[in-house]
């Protein structure tokens, strides 16, 4: 007869996340490009576009602290400038 494992022995487990966590990030990260998008491709309502960009920059600053522009490079211009700008 074996003897069965004996659980305290082995090394811990590693935590994983959990998938809503998961989820909600790439929403975050999903909202952050069509906001991104629309910001961009709006000329014809100044409002419009500035609505844009205020969701925009509140939204960054999360993704920012989350460390997302530490791996990421934004490649349009005038973004990458509003949100330079922003910090």
């Known amino acids: 007869m074996h003897a069965l494992p004996n659980p305290s022995r082995h090394a811990p487990t590693r935590v994983q996340p959990?998938?809503?966590?998961?989820?909600?990030?790439?929403?975050?990260i999903e909202e952050f490009t069509e906001l991104a998008r629309l910001a961009i491709e709006e000329e014809d309502d100044e409002l419009l576009r500035r609505s844009y960009?205020?969701?925009?920059?509140r939204r960054a600053v999360h993704l920012r602290a989350a460390g997302l522009f530490d791996v990421m490079d934004i490649r349009h211009p005038a973004l990458r400038?509003?949100?330079d700008d922003a910090r």
């Open 53 to 57: 960009e205020d969701e925009l920059l």
């Open 81 to 83: 400038a509003m949100l």
């Open 18 to 28: 959990a998938v809503p966590d998961a989820y909600a990030a790439m929403g975050w």
